[in-house]
């Protein structure tokens, strides 16, 4: 089993729709990263965080560390948030452990 | 300027070789990363890097090794390659631990 799932696998959104995506964890962690993998493969970090909510234009991301537990969400999706969003947690001891990402599609 | 920048991006070559992957960040960071990400796209790190410590990820064969000639560069050697090596090869940097990761763009390597 992997120490980070993520939930949806894929996910198909009409342009508008309010977005969310979820990260469960098992191990303890130092911080949570959700990243961005573009269709051409360039990977980009979205938030770091170790507790409570961030927010960067229609992007929020909020943990519950005591749940294990994070989600992302996009809000007024448009087609160029389509890409793999990718959770990884960054466990005590500088290992980190990757979800296996969520395909995201906004049809327009 | 490219804050993480990583070359070649395409790498094709034969079974058994030796071959490098070179990286530089220009963001004054202290902390490297090579991650793997596999046909599946999984993603998986592979070494941690800065001026304190060397973490290395156990399931790491040794044919890979970083090297590290300075803050700015970490390269990623690969000895004697094998077909399973076949992925796309991601760098990255961070302020130690405790800021997002910038990642590089990518060397795509086939072993054939």
């Known amino acids: 089993k992997n120490e980070v799932e993520q939930s949806p696998q894929n996910l198909t959104a009409q342009e508008g729709e309010f977005i969310t995506i979820n990260c469960s964890y098992s191990v303890g962690i130092s911080a949570l990263h959700w990243l961005q993998q573009h269709p051409g493969g360039g990977i980009v970090s979205l938030f770091m965080l170790s507790s409570g909510k961030k927010k960067h234009g229609r992007l929020i991301a909020t943990i519950n560390i005591q749940e294990k537990h994070s989600s992302l969400h996009i809000t007024a999706s448009h087609p160029r948030d389509s890409a793999v969003y990718i959770c990884a947690v960054r466990k005590t001891g500088n290992q980190f452990y990757f979800g296996t990402g969520t395909s995201l599609t906004v049809i327009p | 300027d490219t804050a993480v920048s990583q070359t070649p991006k395409y790498l094709v070559t034969q079974m058994g070789n030796d071959k490098s992957i070179k990286c530089e960040q220009n963001l004054g960071h202290d902390t490297m990363y090579w991650y793997k990400q596999d046909s599946k796209k999984f993603l998986k790190i592979m070494f941690s890097?800065?001026?304190?410590?060397?973490?290395i990820n156990e399931t790491v064969p040794n044919r890979f090794s970083p090297k590290s000639p300075d803050k700015a560069h970490l390269n990623l050697h690969i000895n004697s390659l094998e077909l399973g090596d076949s992925a796309v090869y991601f760098c990255?940097?961070?302020?130690?631990?405790?800021?997002?990761?910038?990642f590089g763009s990518g060397t795509q390597l086939s072993v054939l």
């Open positions: 890097y800065n001026n304190k410590e060397l973490i």
């Open positions: 990255a940097s961070s302020q130690e631990y405790r800021t997002k990761l910038f």
